[in-house]
T-cell receptor, first 115, second 114 residues
């Protein structure tokens, strides 16, 4: 398997624009996670899905953020409108076992810069 | 109570030395403690993990030490090598609650000088 695939790898946009990040999890993994990494806050869980259903979205910063998983092989994280403070590396991860115990397999991340 | 506090933020070790990274937690329900390693430009990857039924787990040059009473655990890297230069994250979760996701520390950037 190719691992977790994220796109784009880099995104530079202007404040107020819509940003869409994409993720393809490892086939057969029932759990999909979106994390955000910054120097100040480290790795923060934004949301995770089990069998395409959102389970915990308590980490989503505000209504500007939304995530969807229309099928088992694709998820999106959307930011609208984007703000400079959203600048970070966004990681998608997937796992076969429940998040409390299973190994997370991370993608290489999408580095977002909002000017 | 859900936080995992990690220290130091950064660490410089000479080649061949021992690197030690510490983590502390408050939630006594946590019972799964993994460490993830992240190289620049890559996503984190599982390095080693421990459960509280043992006080130590060793895999090659990497050892986790666990102190349940103190609610602390640490990663020791023996004979540190330049290839170990990376960011290390500790994490914790409550395995008894299957829906609980991992809580990560803020990370430690390790630089091993040759």
């Amino acid at each position: 398997d190719a691992g977790v695939i994220q796109s784009p790898r880099h995104e530079v946009t202007e404040m107020g624009q819509e940003v869409t990040l994409r993720c393809k999890p490892i086939s057969g993994h029932d759990y999909l996670f979106w994390y955000r990494q910054t120097m100040m806050r480290g790795l923060e869980l934004l949301i995770y899905f089990n069998n395409n259903v959102p389970i915990d979205d308590s980490g989503m910063p505000e209504d500007r953020f939304s995530a969807k998983m229309p099928n088992a092989s694709f998820s999106t994280l959307k930011i609208q409108p984007s703000e400079p403070r959203d600048s970070a590396v966004y990681f998608c991860a997937s796992s076969f076992l429940p998040p409390s115990t299973g190994e997370l397999f991370f993608g290489e991340g999408s580095r977002l810069t909002v000017l | 109570q859900q936080q995992v506090k990690q220290s130091p933020q950064s660490l410089i070790v000479q080649k061949g030395g021992i690197s030690i990274i510490n983590c502390a937690y408050e939630n006594t329900a946590f019972d799964y403690f993994p460490w993830y390693q992240q190289f620049p430009g890559k996503g984190p990857a599982l390095l080693i993990a421990i459960r509280p039924d043992v006080s130590e787990k060793k895999e090659g040059r990497f050892t986790i030490s666990f102190n349940k009473s103190a609610k602390q655990f640490s990663l020791h890297i023996m004979d540190s090598q330049p290839g170990d230069s990376a960011t290390y994250f500790c994490a914790a979760s409550n395995d008894g609650q299957a829906g609980t996701a991992l809580i990560f520390g803020k990370g430690t950037t390790l630089s091993v000088s040759s």
